[in-house]
């Protein structure tokens, strides 16, 4: 981890925070906090993402979710899981199917798992259905970092999580919130307690987001940005937003109340 702590404005201490994770890179800039502080933070941070991997990461064959995507039957969970899977099956429905953690499966079935509340367990709908968290675990992981930040008292912070999942608390030491720019267009943000989520092409103009309606990789130019309370439902809605039709995003976003969302014109180069 690297870690970086500056006094050159007493009035305003900063430690700076960066490390590895859910791959990619994950950083934190913290102002008015003592450096010892500030630096058991970052570490107790990243112990809670390394655990949340360990949930999320299918890539990983002792993940949760590695032990769901390979069974062929029930699979008891924990309660944060069970939790996390029902707040998905709401998501998919409450984005007419545009947010589908199931889309990289060979097959499109809908619901592609099922809940039992007394056994705490989840029984995939057929073989060959994945479940996969890369269009919110970022968000997901945010939202209980920022209540970390909260417990430990800390209150002007900024949070960038692979450059696509962003949470401002607090204000700059010399501004209003937050300000947040896209490297690659012209969007524009001041985040005051509030989270950001980017989806769109990658950076050499790639596609790799599916829809989930047709399972195919949405080749669509730009991105879209969601600005809101939480990061996960950001992510979650920038994530659909992006796969739905232009005519659609409008009366998806009205579900979520206090969330917006902006077209940014991608730039490459």
């Known amino acids: ?157 900024l949070v960038n999580f692979g450059d696509s999942s962003v949470t401002g608390m607090g204000t700059h030491p010399f501004g209003d919130g937050w300000k947040v720019a896209s490297s690659r267009g012209e969007g524009n943000f001041i985040l005051r307690d509030s989270s950001l989520s980017v989806s769109g092409l990658r950076p050499d103009g790639s596609a790799h987001i599916i829809n989930p309606k047709n399972r195919r990789v949405v080749s669509g130019s730009g991105m879209i940005a969601v600005e809101g309370r939480s990061a996960f439902v950001c992510e979650v809605l920038s994530t659909a937003l992006y796969s739905a039709p232009a005519e659609m995003r409008s009366s998806i976003i009205a579900e979520f109340e206090g969330y917006c969302y902006k077209e940014i014109k991608q730039i490459y180069g």
Do not use: W
């Open 1 to 157: 981890m690297e870690f970086i702590y500056s006094t050159r404005n007493s009035d305003a201490p900063v430690a700076f925070a960066s490390f590895e994770a859910m791959h990619t890179v994950f950083e934190m800039v913290a102002v008015h906090v003592e450096e010892s502080q500030a630096r058991s933070l970052a570490e107790d941070i990243r112990k809670y993402i390394g655990n949340a991997e360990k949930i999320l990461n299918r890539h990983d064959p002792e993940s949760v979710f590695a032990a769901i995507n390979s069974s062929k039957g029930p699979v008891q969970v924990d309660d944060e899981t069970f939790a996390l899977l029902q707040f998905c099956d709401v998501f998919r429905r409450s984005t007419d199917g545009y947010f589908d953690i199931s889309s990289l499966s060979e097959k499109s079935i809908s619901p592609a798992y099922s809940l039992d509340a007394d056994s705490r367990s989840v029984t995939l709908a057929d073989g060959g259905i994945v479940l996969d968290a890369g269009g919110f675990g970022k968000g997901y992981a945010l939202d209980h970092i920022r209540k970390m930040i909260q417990n430990a008292g800390v209150k002007d912070v």
